[in-house]
């Protein structure tokens, strides 16, 4: 059974950087798309950044210029690392896999990670 693991929130000042990251763990055969997700205070859930396979990467324009989506494949990790944060920021950030592993194939979704950026 796969487990998919965020972690890396926290409080932060207005200003400051948090880097997240997200771990599939247990037997997979691959993952192609790893996308960060957040959903704020009484707002829908969005999508923040996503890296495709190939390393093609794709920014909401909130967050543009300020975070970077990178992955190891060999660890089967997705990190999104985030600066000049801000208190819009403030969300649980949840990782999205799409992959492939034994008995299923498909959207994996992490348990979330709490950010909070203090103004």
């Known amino acids: 059974q796969v487990q998919v693991v965020e972690s890396g929130g926290g409080l932060v000042q207005t200003g400051g950087s948090l880097r997240l990251s997200c771990a599939a763990s247990?037997?997979?055969?691959?993952?192609?798309?790893m996308g960060w997700y957040r959903r704020a205070p009484g707002k829908q859930r969005e999508l923040v950044a996503q890296i495709t396979g190939d390393g093609s990467t794709h920014y909401a324009d909130s967050v543009k210029g300020r975070c970077t989506i990178s992955r190891d494949n060999a660890k089967d990790t997705v990190y999104l690392q985030m600066n000049s944060l801000k208190p819009a920021d403030t969300a649980v950030y949840y990782c999205?896999?799409?992959?492939?592993?034994?008995?299923?194939?498909?959207?994996?979704w992490g348990q979330g990670t709490l950010v909070t950026v203090s103004s």
């Open positions: 999205n896999l799409d992959l492939w592993a034994p008995g299923t194939r498909g959207e994996d």
């Open positions: 247990g037997t997979i055969y691959s993952i192609s798309a």
